[in-house]
């Protein structure tokens, strides 16, 4: 079983940036793709990006590109969530998630993954 703790939420303004951290346990994180998901009160969980076994290997949501960057570093477990200018829709819980794929594949579905955080907090707002 893969453990998975996220870390880094908060609040932030509005244009503001925050980086959220995936630590991962009892794995070796490059055998894993990694999703980033997350899910605002009364709404149901979206995908946001994810990166797969290769770091170079990347996706995300359109609501997100070219704010949002996912990047991964093996030695030391942990796989990163940058944000930056962040908008209020950005509020949400943030889960993380492992997925045991191919070397070449981005899973962009909470069923393709395994394996969940516990979520950590974003709030933007003024």
């Known amino acids: 079983q893969v453990n998975l703790v996220e870390s880094g939420g908060g609040l932030v303004q509005p244009g503001g940036s925050l980086r959220l951290s995936c630590t991962a346990s009892e794995i070796m994180l490059e055998d894993y793709a990694i999703g980033w998901f997350r899910q605002a009160p009364g709404k149901e969980r979206e995908f946001v990006g994810a990166?797969?076994?290769?770091?170079?290997?990347?996706f995300y949501e359109d609501s997100v590109k070219g704010r949002f960057t996912i990047s991964r570093d093996n030695a030391k477990s942990t796989v990163y969530l940058q944000m930056n200018n962040l908008k209020p829709e950005d509020t949400a819980v943030y889960y993380c998630?492992?997925?045991?794929?191919?070397?070449?594949?981005?899973?962009?579905?909470?069923?393709?993954?395994?394996?969940w955080g516990q979520g950590t907090q974003v709030t933007v707002s003024s």
């Open positions: 990166v797969g076994r290769r770091s170079d290997i990347t």
């Open positions: 998630a492992a997925g045991r794929t191919g070397p070449w594949s981005i899973p962009r579905s909470g069923h393709e993954y395994d394996s």
